[in-house]
Structure formats: C-alpha cells, structure tokens
C-alpha cells in the first residue's frame, strides 16, 4: 500500500468548511464572502477563478469531474517568481536532456495529491501546444516534462506550473547534488531476477536426483546445467555478500556476511568437484535458493517512503537564487554566487539566505522553522538579520556580512559530524553474532577435519565442507531483514516513518533522551490564543470576529476561531497591511487588530486601544503521561534555544538541571556529544533545523513533522506530530520486536545444531541439505513476520493511524 | 530417451526468455514506478458529455 502523507489542517479546513456554507468550486476551502462567481461556482480567491478560466478555456474542466475540490488553494496569494530560471547555468543544472529542439525536465511538485492532479499535468500539451510531453510518478510527486524549445523555456514552464497551482518547488541542494541516477537501484532487480531464474531451474534439474530416478548419462549432463546455472548466481547475484565480505576481511571486521560468502564459497567449489570428478550431483539448488531468499530478504528491508528524506540539509530548504542590487540594476543571482557585502532584495514571504545588515525596510521575520518560535520577530534598519528567517511584509534591502555557507546557521554543517562517513550497512548485532560464530564453526569444521583425517581423507574433506555449508547463517542473516523489515511496515502505518532496520536496533540500546521545546513538545501551529484586556461586549466581540474572518493571516483565523459564537455581520472598508495587521467597520465601530510592541496582537476599537491577542503555545496531547511513563527507563532532559519564557510551565515535567535554555544550534550538537563522551546512547527529538546537529549526532535522531511533505532535517526517524501520543506504545512495539530478532537467531541456532551433528559424522547428504536450509529459511520468515504482527495486534490495534485527504486512497 | 536432451534445452531457452523479457521490463522503467500507472488507466480517453 502507498503511504500518502498529507496536510491534516488541509482536511479539516474542508470539513468545517463545508459545513459552514459557500466553499470555492476549485479547491474546496471556504469562501470568505460570495463575491466571486463565475458560471455558478463560487471561488474562494482570484487565482482558484483564474485557474477555472483557463482550465475552462482550454476544455480541462474534467479536471473537477474526476474528484471533488481537486485544486490547491491560491488563497495565500504567494506566487513564485522564477526569472532566475532564465540564467543559463541554473538551467542547465536543472535540466535532464537537452538538445537543439526539445529539452526534458524533472519537476518536484509538492502539490500534487490526487488523481485529478495526475491527469491535468499529464494534459498539460492542451494548456500550451509547447509541452511535447508530460508524465507525473505520483508516489515522488514529480512531473517529467518534455518541452519544445522553440516555444517555451524552463521559466515559462515552471510559471504555466504555477499558473495552475502546482509551483515546481527547486531548491538551493538541486544545484549541486547529482540528478538521481535510477540505474543503481535497478542493478538489485536484475540480481533477484537472475538468481530466480537460476533457482527455478535447477530445483527442476535436481528433482530426478531427489527421486532416485537419476539414470548415469544424464546426471553428469544435468549436473553441468545446474553447474552453469549457478556460476552467474555467484558471481553476479551474490556478488555483494562476497565483496561486503572481503571488504570485511581486509580491514579485519568479522561480520556476518563472511560465514555467508564462504558457504556460498564452499558450496559452489564443491558441487564443482564432485559434478567434474563425477562424484555426486553436488548441493547446486541449496546454494541458487540460499541467495535467492538473501536477496528477497534485502528487497523486503528496502523501504522507501517516497515523501519523505532522512538526508536533507539546509540546501533543501533555501532557494536557488537570490535578487540581488547592483549598479542601480536588479538581478537574479545564484545562492552559492553570494559575496560579502552584496545588497540582497527580499521580498514578502522570500527566505534570508545569508546573515547581513538590514539596512532598509522593516522586517518582520519568522523564525519559526529555524528555532520554533511561532510568532514573527521585529527588526529595524541596522539590526543583524540571521539566515533562515522567512520576511513578512515590506520588501527589505539586506548587505550581506557572511556568505550563504558561512551564515550563524549554516555553518553548523561544517561541523564534522556532517561530513564523516558513517558505515553503513549490516546489521550491528547480525555482525557481533557472526564475529563470534565464524571463529565457532572455523574450530568445528578443523576439529572434524583433523579428527578423520587419519581414518579416511575422502571423508574427511567430505566432513569439513558439509560443516560449512550447513553452518552457513543463512536463517540468522534472514531474520533482521524479515522481522525488522515488517515492523518498519507496521510502524509507518501508524506514521512513524524509520530510515532503516538499524535504527531500530539503535532505538532499543538508547538510555537517555532529549527534547527540543518549542514545535517538539509544544505544538507550534495551534498555539492557544487569549485575550487580554478590557471586557468586550457582545456587538464588539461580533464585530471583531467579522473583520478577522476576511483575512488569511493565522493569527487573524485563531481570533476568528476563539470568538466563532457570535454571528459574522457585514464589514466595510476591510484593509490588510501585510506586517502590520487588518482593520474595518462594522455597523459604525472601527476595529483595527495589529501587531504589538509587547507581543500578540493589539486590539484597537474606536481608535481606543482595548487589549491584546496573546498566543501561547500548548504542550503536544499525552506528554505528561509520556514523561511520567518514561521517568523509570530513561534520563530526560529539555534543550531549547528559547529564553526560559515557558519554564514555570515545565517546572512540574522536568527538574531545573535538566532543562536547558538559549541553546544554539552549535551548543545542542556539543550536548550531545558531551553526554555520548559519558557513556550515554541518546535519543534526539526535535523538529526544526536548528536540531539539525544534534539530530544527526545523536544515536537516533527523531523528527518530529507537522506535515511530512515539508522539509524535514536530517534524521533517523520521523513521526507524524498527530501521533506523538503514541509514542510510548511505538517504543514498547520496537522494543519487542528487537526481541523477537533474538527469538529467530535461537531458532536458527537449534537448525545449526542439528544439521551440524549430520554434518560432522560426514553423511549430511545433498537431499538433507536440500531440505533442512530452505526449511530453516522459510521458518525464520515466518516467524520473523508472525511475530510482528501478532506484536502490532497487543500494542499497534489502538493507535489511529493518520489519516490523509487523498482522493486517491479513500478513507 | 534423446528427446529429453531437446526438451530440456527448449525449457531452459524458453525459461531465458522470460528473464530477458523481465529485464526489459526492469530497464524500460516498468519497475521505477508501480503506482501511477494504476491511477491513469482510469482516465478516459474521450471526454464524457457534461451534465
């Protein structure tokens, strides 16, 4: 089953809505009054109405047919710019084929949900007679487009994109990583279809040799079939056991894939002698089905969410290009072209992408994805702006004192917990279990050589081999895979989304655990509003709500929201003033809400100022229960790059030493590292890039995402914030499925055993092997896979899983 | 029995025929996206008449 991630403010948003009366014909939100209206539809916003003409124009309205409310919301009025796309080395970069005529680009386009989605961007070629081709994978929410060069540029495909409401999102990172090369990931299907293939047949080949119907002529005839049947099963499809295995070796790693590679070894170089000498048809099938089911193992452990990346950086975050002033004369510029002292022009919702000097305009910065505070920060002409921030309002002008790289919050990826290496791979247990089982059945196999070895040399060898083919973990090496593999599946159902099986087994090992504050345990986006001031009466409260509702500003709809039991009444000469705030009359009372020096929103009726707005944020659902259950098993503390604002509050939670406030992104890396010197294992939860470093030097670093098509930092795992109540039971889940690892590695150890005692008297036959490894192997996957589910049955079953709005999943 | 010789081998080309067949398949893109196809062959090729 896919996993869709979707917006559940979105949803909501369209339920309420669609209680509450008009919605927009075109994406489902509801109308703010019913001034548009075109062909009996009501829209909610210009650019909904825009798109319906031109859908309409061009004869796309089966568009709304195939779902209802299909479209995105251009209510929130930002259209991207993409002059920048004219430069020809930004272009380049992007583009994935080019030649005189036509060129073909990849698009990522975060607004693609549903199946109505699918099929506009496929018949794009009817908006604009340029586009040759379009094709969109749903799951990666990218559009492949093919356009002719004669009439159409990058820039003019990425606006006709946005024109329709799907602005293609391109990034600062898209510049400089390497266009994903599928190729890499095709290689392992060809390896499994090939050691299926071969597998297949010779299990036919093999069956009169099982039977006892095997006549001389043809056995040796069958026996060199089998024999050339296996040869590319070795050195093709079990190629990266044996390389992971000398790998190994030579930098004096005993893991488990060196007891796998020489079975596979043995295995293969006797069948080949006893088939050449003629001496027996050799043990062929167990070896095409040992790699066989390795491989399927690996492809069951191979998650992908698509949405979702465990590796991004700040480069995913900021933008290609900047604007920049030179010589009196505005241009694009490439964010990596940044000098020192350039002036940077950034607009109304443009990002910071350097540390500079605001030296004109009035900012009003949101931090909120660099440090988690809600709420916008004021700054004036001279002050020191940080890279990060998202303007609302004015358009600033900026002179950079650092470049992009070098900026307060970039630099903190020049630290080397970013650029070392980590070994990836094999699991850290499977590889301490093969350490020491190596070195076990290296003596059994010597002791059994040794001990015939004067009695009878043919039975001898004989002896030895047998040891280590049937010693060959292969039921071990399966286990992780398969019992791991499944409960990652189970665990992103219920929207815990883990990066790989190793995570897990570092998740069991954790003893202390660290919290960020703001967008972690409180939930940043419905932080409570209050109000603060005078008594309103009934006629001021009505008349506030109605001049609220008009505007998309959040703080306006939280005021909405809290004061949504009075009636909305008419209100004229509504204004708002991006930045500033909104004001207007209803029925001869002048409201104006508007920022204030003190914090909130200052509430001004009459021309008399009455009180404040004031958001406070709200601790995330179920975490005193978390806490408390937790206390028992792990050391907690909190690290918070916030002033200690919200410590009384946190008071009862945690003791003063384990809070920690005014951290920066630098300090809460070297935190972390700190306790790790101690001996600790930690677990990091956060959410924003200011967790970055300690995200990704933590031993597990967990991310927790209000909407998972968003960026998120670097990680180990991310959780849908919707389910942090859960947590506990998800640790408990992972916890007993660890266990269950164990549990499948006795199991494989008593199929060892057994088959060993055969092996050492030297009459393992071809036929026993043939049994007992696929009969281990299939036991270990079952039971790797019954044990998880019967796991997420006691502890998953009353977890709700997030739910989505797609159209294409259903309920 | 010498036509067990031809029938093996017959099996075996037939058998290859299928793994080359599997990996066109898998390099003609088939196996990089296993949803969207699902989804488009429920579009209608011919525009329905409006209500």
Redesign the interface.
């Known amino acids: 089953m ?1 996993i869709v991630l979707t917006n559940q403010g979105a949803v909501q948003e369209k339920k309420a809505a669609a209680k509450a009366g008009t919605t927009c014909y075109h994406c489902g939100e509801v109308c703010p009054d019913e001034s548009i209206l075109l062909d009996d539809k009501y829209f909610c916003c210009e650019g909904c109405r825009m798109v319906y003409e031109v859908l309409n124009a061009n ?1 796309l ?2 568009f709304y047919r ?1 779902g209802p409310n299909p479209g995105t919301s251009l209510r929130a009025g930002r259209r991207e710019q993409y002059a920048w796309l004219d430069d020809e080395g930004i272009a380049s970069r992007l583009v994935d084929f080019e030649n005189d005529k036509i060129a073909k680009v990849t698009f990522y386009l975060p607004n693609i949900h549903c ?1 109505s989605c ?2 506009l961007l ?1 018949n794009l070629y009817k908006l604009d007679s340029g586009v040759m081709a379009s094709k ?5 929410k990218e559009a492949y487009i093919t356009y002719d060069k004669a009439s159409l540029s990058l820039r003019k495909v990425a606006e006709l994109l946005a024109i329709i409401g799907y602005a293609p999102a391109i990034h600062f990172g898209s510049l400089e990583e390497p266009r994903q090369q ?1 190729p890499v ?2 290689r392992f ?2 390896q499994l ?2 050691a299926g ?1 071969a597998f ?2 010779i299990m ?2 093999s069956f009169p040799e099982y039977l006892g119907l095997a006549e001389a002529g ?1 056995q040796t ?1 069958f026996g060199y ?1 089998n024999l050339l049947l296996a040869l590319p099963v070795v050195v093709y499809s079990g190629r990266g056991y044996l390389q992971s295995a000398w790998y190994g070796l030579r930098n004096g790693v005993l893991g488990i894939d060196l007891p796998i590679s020489l079975g596979m070894l043995t295995l293969f170089l006797r069948s080949a002698y006893e088939i050449i000498a003629g001496a027996g048809s050799g043990y062929l099938d167990s070896l095409a089905g040992l790699v066989f089911f390795l491989l399927i193992g690996k492809w069951f452990q191979q998650r992908t969410y698509h949405r979702l990346s465990f590796e991004r950086d700040y480069k995913s975050y900021f933008p290609v290009a900047a604007t920049i002033r030179k010589n009196g004369e505005e241009k694009s510029i490439a964010l990596n072209k940044l000098k020192v002292g350039d002036t940077v022009i950034i607009k109304n919702q443009e990002l910071i992408p350097a540390d500079g000097l605001l030296i004109r305009g009035t900012g009003n910065i949101d931090y909120s994805f660099v440090t988690g505070e809600a709420e916008p920060v004021a700054k004036r002409a001279g002050d020191q702006l940080f890279a990060g921030g998202r303007q609302m309002g004015d358009t600033l002008e900026l002179q950079l004192t650092r470049e992009v790289s070098q900026s307060y919050l970039t630099q903190l990826w020049n630290d080397e917990v970013f650029t070392k290496e980590t070994a990836a791979g094999a699991s850290e247990f499977a590889n301490m279990v093969g350490k020491y089982f190596t070195g076990v059945v290296l003596v059994i196999a010597l002791v059994t050589l040794f001990y015939w070895l004067p009695k009878d040399m043919g039975l001898a060898i004989n002896a030895f081999t047998a040891v280590l083919i049937i010693a060959c973990p292969c039921a071990a090496a399966l286990s992780v895979p398969f019992t791991l593999g499944n409960s990652l599946t189970l665990l992103a159902g219920k929207g815990m989304y883990i990066k790989n099986t190793q995570v897990i087994e570092n998740l069991v090992k954790i003893d202390t655990i660290v919290f960020d504050k703001t967008g972690t345990i409180t939930d940043g986006h419905s932080a409570r509003i209050s109000y603060e001031g005078d008594p309103l009466s009934e006629a001021e409260e009505a008349a506030v709500r109605s001049v609220a509702y008009h505007s998309s500003h959040p703080v306006s709809q939280k005021i909405a929201l809290l004061l949504s039991d009075h009636p909305l009444t008419e209100v004229t000469g509504f204004a708002e003033v991006t930045g500033t705030g909104v004001s207007g009359e209803v029925g001869g009372m002048k409201v104006a809400i508007g920022k204030s020096e003190k914090g909130g929103a200052q509430l001004t009726v009459n021309g008399r100022e009455r009180g404040r707005f004031l958001l406070r944020n709200r601790f995330r659902a179920g975490l005193e229960e978390l806490i408390a259950g937790w206390r028992q098993h792990f050391s907690m503390l909190i690290l918070s790059g916030d002033d200690d604002r919200e410590k009384s509050k946190l008071q009862g939670l945690f003791a003063e030493a384990e809070m920690h406030f005014r951290q920066s992104p630098k300090d809460k890396l070297d935190f972390i590292k700190q306790r790790q010197a101690e001996g600790r294992r930690v677990m990091m939860i956060g959410d924003g890039l200011n967790d970055a470093g300690a995200l990704k030097q933590s031993n597990v670093g967990l991310v927790i995402s209000e909407n998972t098509n968003n960026f998120t930092p670097a990680c180990d795992a991310i959780l849908d914030a919707r389910q942090f109540t859960y947590l506990p039971q998800l640790m408990t889940f992972i916890k007993w499925s660890m266990r269950m690892v164990y549990g499948a590695y006795l199991l494989a150890l008593g199929y060892n055993i057994a088959g060993m005692s055969f092996a050492v008297q030297g009459v393992l036959s071809p036929v026993v092997a043939a049994i007992l490894m696929p009969l281990s192997s299939l036991t270990i996957v079952l039971f790797g896979i019954g044990s998880t589910r019967m796991l997420a049955g006691r502890y998953l079953t009353k977890i709700t899983p997030p739910r989505d709005d797609s159209h ?1 999943t259903g309920e | 029995m010498k036509i ?2 031809f029938l ?1 081998i017959l ?2 080309l037939i ?2 025929g ?2 080359a067949a ?2 066109w398949a ?2 003609s ?1 088939q ?3 296993d ?2 196809p699902s ?2 062959i ?3 090729d011919k ?1 329905t008449d ?1 209500e």
């Open positions: 896919p004869d309205t089966d195939l199946a699918i099929w496929e969109v994978n749903f799951l990666k599928a990931d095709r299907y060809y279809g090939v293939f297949g047949n036919l080949l043809y005839w079939l294409l | 067990i010789f093996i099996s075996l058998a290859l299928f793994l599997f990996i898998v390099r893109g196996y990089d996206d949803y969207t989804v488009r429920l579009f209608d525009k409006s």
